[in-house]
């Protein structure tokens, strides 16, 4: 049954002013939906490299369900004179690309004399997360800053944060006591200034709090920790640091869930994510008003993702949506797990060609700018279905509009309001980019660009405070 998928639901994403009700393109059995956009007010700022993609640890023998989807799409071994793949970055000017993931606290940088030992990741049953420890030797380093360089790639690289702790004594807990040894860091940190890259951000540790994945760090040894690598970078990196507060969101749950297609168009699954959000915006306001959040990592369905599902069209439905909807709730980075590798990769692991995932991430960045605007659908009964959200729009003035259609049976008849506030002039002039599964299926993946048009967006002038 989950297999036989018919019907074509449209993604759709409009970009509009609220210059007044628009009539609306479609015919047939339309059902009349308004959205009304409040562009007086900014609801949220994202960062202006909101969207981000990561880069993992992952050797090509990692393996989920019987499946290694990882290749040599590791940070180790990617291949980054891949023309595709580097092309691919350098359309974003700038992509932020997130180094990091489960391997990353396990990992020592040969530089200084603080690394131990250096070698590669073997399987081993025993270890974290079924490996040895890795190491990054820095003539690697050099090559990966090259290509950041040559791409402008933002970088946020993730530290070692298990570096001198050990396994508390004791039972089967997953707790790690003791202060991060950080000397093998700031030698890293050293190392990368002294050579003139440039490092955006630095995060300690992969899902160490709470009660972790498969190691945890208490909180108060982690709030000290990361006090340590403040000073730390200060010192290296001077004022301006980036105080952000990550989570990893993985809410459709297994990549072999059979229900991920069901689950990725259904409105009141994908609404249950605002609680999430909601609980972190409160979190850092309260904890930490000088700080924000990030989703640091999130691939929809965990354990490398859904095959033929993550990394096709379908897949859309839930990350246009959590870019929307996570940007609405003041989330300030999103970055999306991951450009290569696992089933939920932006780009094709082994020929860099881009899923259509790829698109979205692309066409947000370039259309949809930092301010977030409330937006939301009224009116007929399909309005559920109908999810939209807006920002100012990206270096132009106006505003952009992501519509999601996520019916399967419904046409809507969209039209744009600005509610009371709508009557800001307007020159009628707008954009729009339709993002449509190829040949009708969601599960269909972008062969070429001319394939790929699967979002519909439109763009007006507009004349507002807020965005202009
Ligand atoms: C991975 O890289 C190794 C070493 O360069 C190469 O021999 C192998 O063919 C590559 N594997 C894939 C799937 O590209
Ligand atoms: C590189 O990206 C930054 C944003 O991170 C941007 O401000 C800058 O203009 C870009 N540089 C070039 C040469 O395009
Ligand atoms: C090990 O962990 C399990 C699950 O958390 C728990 O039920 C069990 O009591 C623990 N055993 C020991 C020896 O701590
Ligand atoms: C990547 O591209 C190759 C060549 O087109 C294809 O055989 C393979 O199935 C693609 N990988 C995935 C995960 O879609
Ligand atoms: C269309 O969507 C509705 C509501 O989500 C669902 O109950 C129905 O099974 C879907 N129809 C098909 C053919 O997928
Ligand atoms: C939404 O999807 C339905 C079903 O595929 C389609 O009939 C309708 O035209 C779409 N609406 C828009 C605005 O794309």
Not at 133 to 147: A, K, P, Q, T
Not at 401 to 410: A, D, G
């Amino acid at each position: 049954m989950a297999a036989a998928v018919v019907v074509l639901p449209l993604l759709a994403a409009l970009l509009v002013p609220f210059s007044g009700l628009q009539p609306a393109a479609a015919g047939g059995n339309a059902a009349a939906a308004t959205v009304v956009v409040k562009a007086a007010t900014a609801i949220a700022r994202t960062d202006d490299n909101f969207v981000c993609a990561t880069l993992d640890w992952w050797p090509s023998d990692k393996c989920n369900y019987g499946m290694c989807p990882w290749y040599n799409s590791s940070i180790i071994n990617l291949d980054l004179d891949n023309p595709i793949l580097h092309n691919a970055v350098k359309a974003f000017n700038s992509l932020r690309i997130r180094l990091g993931g489960s391997l990353q606290d396990q990992v020592s940088y040969k530089v200084g004399s603080h690394f131990g030992h250096c070698r590669s990741f073997r399987r081993d049953d025993g270890g974290l997360f079924g490996f040895t420890d890795g190491c990054l030797h820095m003539n690697r380093w050099d090559e990966l800053n090259v290509f950041f360089g040559k791409t402008n790639t933002t970088v946020t690289f993730g530290l070692n944060a298990l570096r001198g702790r050990s396994k508390a004594a004791g039972g089967n807990d997953t707790l790690y006591a003791g202060d991060w040894d950080g000397r093998n860091a700031r030698d890293l940190m050293r190392y990368t200034v002294g050579k003139g890259y440039r490092v955006e951000s630095w995060e300690l540790g992969n899902e160490l709090s709470g009660s972790g994945v498969a190691a945890r760090v208490a909180a108060a040894q982690y709030g000290r920790d990361v006090a340590r690598l403040k000073r730390m970078m200060l010192r290296f990196s001077g004022a301006g640091a980036v105080d952000g507060v990550t989570h990893h969101i993985y809410n459709l749950g297994s990549g072999k869930d059979s229900d991920l297609i069901k689950k990725m168009q259904d409105p009141s699954y994908l609404d249950q994510a605002k609680k999430t959000f909601r609980d972190m915006a409160t979190t850092v306001r309260d904890a930490g008003p000088w700080s924000s959040p990030w989703v640091g990592e999130a691939g929809g369905a965990y354990n490398s993702g859904g095959k033929d599902v993550s990394d096709r069209y379908v897949d859309s439905f839930w990350y246009l949506d959590q870019l929307g909807m996570s940007a609405a709730y003041g989330t300030k980075v999103y970055c999306r797990q991951a450009l290569v590798g696992g089933n939920y990769c932006l780009l094709n692991t082994t020929t860099f060609v881009p899923n259509p995932d790829y698109y979205g991430a692309l066409l947000w960045h370039r259309l949809m700018g930092p301010v977030a605007l409330k937006a939301a659908t009224a009116g007929g009964g399909g309005a559920p279905y109908l999810r939209s959200y807006a920002h100012c729009s990206r270096e132009q003035p106006g505003l952009t509009v992501l519509l999601i259609n996520l019916s399967n049976s419904t046409a809507f008849d969209v039209s744009v309001s600005g509610g009371p506030l709508g009557a800001a002039p307007c020159g009628g002039r707008r954009e729009e980019y339709h993002l449509s599964p190829h040949g009708g299926d969601i599960q269909s993946q972008c062969k070429r660009f001319d394939l790929c048009i699967m979002f519909f967006a439109i763009t007006y002038e507009s004349v507002d405070a807020v965005c202009d």
